[in-house]
């Protein structure tokens, strides 16, 4: 996907050196821009807050949503979302990172210990642990923003109803094309007949009177 400064003008951090609050910093080599680090950091941190989140909502019974996406079976499709997401979350971490920063990512983020915890548990001093969770942020971030064709990021694309594909196209016929006998006139509803009612008085229920039927209804 190609990244432009009008999405990641809004993620970048403003005391951020390195993009001076643009999300976008050119490379030593090419000169080209590419997302800055702050960017890729906030996306992971918006995505994981939503992971813990539905973690703590796996235990209610909620209900299936509807998509509108192509399949074998038309273009309807039942699923529950927040059990998709972790497992989107998950399976995209499993794939994006490396047995060390796995590690990092398991103890650091989602067991949520200390900082000493995990380097007794890890094996590791606190820079490399620092250093591997900033790397474990940027990974992720970029990973969930640039998977396709469905990425975690945004959240609201993501639990929203989403299409890919063309929907079937409905084109008006070209003159000629069919015979007029063919045709069959769809009768028209008339417009209601609704009584008027004298000022001044209290609001009674009103008739609207419809050919061969009468309702009642309240004023």
């Known amino acids: 996907m190609e990244w432009t400064r009008s999405e ?4 970048a951090s403003a ?9 976008l910093r050119k490379t030593e080599r090419k000169g080209e821009e590419r997302p800055c680090g ?3 950091r906030a996306i992971f941190r918006a995505c994981f807050s939503r992971y813990r989140y539905c973690l703590e909502t796996t235990g209610r019974l909620r209900p299936t949503a509807m998509e509108m996406v192509p399949g074998p079976r038309g273009w309807k499709y ?3 979302k927040y059990e998709e997401f972790i497992a989107d979350f998950e399976i995209i971490a499993r ?5 060390i920063e796995q590690k990092v990512f398991h103890w650091y983020f989602q067991q949520g210990c200390d900082w000493k915890v995990c380097t007794a548990k890890i094996g590791i001093n606190r820079a490399k642990l620092f250093y591997t969770a900033y790397a474990v942020q940027e990974k992720l971030g970029r990973a969930f ?9 945004p959240l609201d694309e993501y639990f929203q109803q989403t299409t890919i594909g063309k929907r079937p196209s409905f084109r008006v016929a070209e ?9 069959v006139e769809m009768p028209q509803r008339p417009a209601a007949q609704v009584a008027p009612q004298p000022a001044g008085e209290e609001r009674k229920a009103v008739v609207v009177q419809w050919p061969q039927q009468r ?3 309240a004023a």
Do not use: H, K, W
């Not at 990641?8 to 993620?11: F, P, Q, S, V, Y």
């Not at 005391?15 to 999300?23: N, P």
């Not at 794939?95 to 047995?99: A, S």
């Not at 003159?175 to 045709?183: F, K, Q, S």
């Open 145 to 153: 923003r640039e998977t396709q064709p469905y990425g975690l990021f």
């Open 8 to 11: 990641t003008i809004g993620m």
């Open 78 to 80: 039942y699923g529950r």
């Open 215 to 217: 309702l009642r209804r």
């Open 15 to 23: 005391s951020c050196v390195f993009c001076r609050g643009l999300g």
């Open 38 to 40: 702050c960017v890729f």
């Open 175 to 183: 003159e000629g094309a069919y015979p007029l006998d063919n045709l």
């Open 95 to 99: 794939r994006t990172l490396t047995d």
